[in-house]
């Protein structure tokens, strides 16, 4: 018995593609996703912006004072729908486990594990999952 690494393919992304733009995904785009954009696009020469597969209708206070707090502004606006972002040469960047699940299978992405800091929704959940975010990207 052998692993077809042929099978992997669609689950890791070729390290040899280049992005367009990254997209940052969370099931709302109002605190994970909207942090690892605005983490991103102070360090990154690639753009960053994030979305939702189910957006909030607003970005989550304590993720705008987080991103204050770490001098790494999050840019004001509604959070997106994924199919509204999503554009041909985009790298997805799921940061939330349940918008990994709901993306299209054939969709090439990476997965990274954040907890939600806004179901505790204390400024040190947020600060946490920023520092993760932080982590990953730099």
Known sequence: LRLN????????????RTAQRV?????QNSARSQ?????????????????GTHPADAI??????AARRHHTPITPRSPQHLHDVLAEGDLV???CD??????PSDLERIHWSVADPAR???STAFD???AELSERVQ
């Open 5 to 16: 690494v042929d099978a992997l393919s669609v689950m890791i992304p070729s390290s040899k």
């Open 23 to 27: 997209v940052f995904v969370c099931t």
């Open 35 to 51: 942090m690892a954009a605005a983490i991103w696009n102070r360090h990154g020469a690639v753009p960053a912006t994030s979305a």
């Open 60 to 65: 989550h206070p304590e993720a705008l004072a």
């Open 93 to 95: 960047i799921a940061v």
């Open 98 to 103: 349940n918008a990994h699940e709901e993306l």
């Open 120 to 122: 505790p929704a204390t």
């Open 128 to 130: 946490t999952a920023f």
